[in-house]
């Protein structure tokens, strides 16, 4: 069950995680009160009361079932580039497909590409430069992984991950598991319908050229896109673009004409180097970054009747109880 809202029960977390760890076997591990603010790119919020990681398919799949009996909502987690943790935590159980088992990237010869879901994005594009697979070069500055790029279907540069997407093999929240041709999938602007309660394990991604492109071209291609990202995005800790641009414009154009850049909330600023940028200068909480959200909301809305809308998860919590 994915978390919709959220204010949960008294529950035994403790016993919780002990089942849990019989029930997903001994090479998989289960954490409690692990902070989740390390694990994202903005760097803010609480801890999760359990947090798991499988050691295989099996494994999740034990977990999914044994959190559906129990009635206790699973989150999973990639590279939480793109995630606002709230400073209380989350109330339920943080799922992370890590190791070496999660992240596979075999070539099969004919342009396509087998990846795991844990995958960091920026590995891909090393590994696809080196088997001459082009057309992945727009993924290498999003810090993300296959399995998060594909459930938010992340973009850059004028392409998004499911441009490249043959097959993706998931997992069901009852622990099923389906491969599914692209066809299958409903996907739009950084949302995919299909994995909304469902964690991806991989994807079939093809290549954008028919033959074998030489490495240098690739690098080439992946520096011009770092040189814009560079230019235009600033280095400081970030959850990416904070709201979607509206159809047919510009929310950090928006923003930044209501001149809202450098405004702040304690640590939490808008990014005077991109105004869709909410940066963390160090120590920032959840609740300064959602202050700030709200400002910039409702300063774009008076100054140009536009209801920006966040691209940011807002980790186990809907955004609708925050603004
Ligand atoms: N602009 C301003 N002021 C600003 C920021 C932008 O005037 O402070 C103007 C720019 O000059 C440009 C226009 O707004 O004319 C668009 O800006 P930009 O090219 O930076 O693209 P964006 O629409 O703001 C999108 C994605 C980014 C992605 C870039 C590059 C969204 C919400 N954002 O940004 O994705 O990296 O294109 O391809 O779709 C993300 O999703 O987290 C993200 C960073």
Known sequence: MPIVSYSGPARDWDALAVALAAAMGGASRVRREEPLGP?????????SRLF???????ALASALRFLRAAGVPFLPLGRG?????????????????EGSTWSAFTPNGDGTVWTGAGLRLKQ????????????????????GTVGGALRMNAGAMGGWMFDRVEEVEL????????????????????HCRELGDAIALG???????????????????????????????????????MFKNPPGDSAGRLIDQCGLKGLREGAAEV????????????????????ALVRRVRAAVYAQKGVELQPEVLLFGRRWEEYL
């Open 39 to 47: 694990r994202t790119t903005l760097r803010v919020g609480g801890a």
């Open 52 to 58: 798991l990681e499988p050691a295989d398919a099996a």
């Open 81 to 97: 580039s793109n995630l606002l943790v709230p400073d209380e935590g989350v109330d339920g159980a943080v799922i992370a497909l």
């Open 124 to 143: 891909l594009c090393g590994l696809a430069t080196k088997a001459g697979l082009a057309g992945f070069e727009f993924l290498e500055g999003i810090p």
């Open 171 to 190: 997992m069901s929240a009852e622990g099923e598991v389906v491969r599914l041709p692209r066809a299958a999938f409903h996907v739009d602007y950084r």
């Open 203 to 241: 994807a079939q991604l093809r290549s954008g050229a028919t033959a074998a492109t030489p490495a240098e071209e690739i690098v080439r291609q992946i520096d011009v896109y770092r040189r814009k990202r560079q230019e235009s995005q600033p280095r400081e800790a970030s959850a990416g673009c």
């Open 271 to 290: 990014s005077p180097v991109h105004a869709n940028f909410i940066v963390n200068h160090g120590g920032a909480t959840a609740a300064e970054v959602l």
